[in-house]
Structures are given as structure tokens and as C-alpha cells.
């Protein structure tokens, strides 16, 4: 399943591993049979949160993501101008920009999107909830 993990997904699996279900570990554990996206909009996000106080990591953001992408295997969703050119078109659910971008990258690219936000699903768009995980 080609699956693109919020931000809130991505920091959990590996700073709060236990807010995340073994059900769920194992589904981004499994890179063979899944495509696992992080996009640049949540490091982008991270970083900015880091920048400001409200995030703390065991290492600088330039260090962190990337190494945490890489040791699962994940793979870089960038940040398209037909990503950020669709935003316009979803109905005003979210105010945060980031998760519009997300949203957006997902319908363009057709993807699914791993979140604990209920608020995802309202946009049309595949989804997984991890307080309801099914496959």
C-alpha cells in the first residue's frame, strides 16, 4: 500500500513509540510490501515547530528526519508545485497549512494517508486511522 504518514505519525514511531499500536509499528515496519511516504511538508513542519521551542528531538532536524527516514526505509514525498497548486480546491477543514498540503499531496499523488486526525477523512481522501486501524 503506498501510504503517506503525517507528522504527528512520523515523530510517534520513533520519539513515542508507545502511542503507536504493535499493529501499526509493524504496517511501517513492513517496507516490502508498503510504500511509505514522509513528505517535505512535515519536515518542513518539524523544523519550524523545533525552531520555536514547541518540539523537542534528540537532534537537530537536519540530522533527525533524514536519518529516521532512512533507517525505515521510508521514502521523500517533495513538495510539488501541482501539490501546492491544488490547496485551493479543498473545502476549508483544516486551517493548518501543513495538513492542507498533505491532503493535497495525497489526492494528487493517490494516496493513502496513516493519521490519528479524524479530521483527514472529512477530505475525500484514503485514509487509515490509527485509533481504527484496519487494513
Do not use: C
Amino acid at each position: 500500500m503506498k501510504t503517506l504518514i503525517d507528522t504527528h505519525i512520523f515523530l510517534w514511531f520513533f520519539i513515542e513509540p508507545k502511542r503507536i499500536s504493535k499493529q501499526i509499528k509493524e504496517f511501517l515496519e513492513n517496507t516490502f510490501q508498503n510504500e511509505i511516504y514522509v513528505s517535505h511538508a512535515t519536515a518542513w513542519e518539524i523544523s519550524i515547530k523545533y525552531g520555536v521551542g514547541k518540539l523537542k528531538l534528540p537532534q537537530m532536524p537536519e540530522l533527525f528526519v533524514p536519518d529516521r527516514i532512512i533507517r525505515a526505509n521510508f521514502l521523500h514525498l517533495p513538495i510539488k508545485i501541482q501539490h501546492v497548486l491544488q490547496v485551493h480546491n479543498l473545502p476549508p477543514i483544516h486551517k493548518d497549512p501543513f495538513d492542507r498540503l498533505l491532503v493535497s499531496q495525497a489526492r494528487v499523488e493517490n494516496l493513502t494517508i496513516l493519521t490519528a486526525d479524524p479530521n483527514f477523512a472529512k477530505y475525500q481522501i484514503k485514509t487509515l486511522d490509527i485509533n481504527n486501524f484496519k487494513l
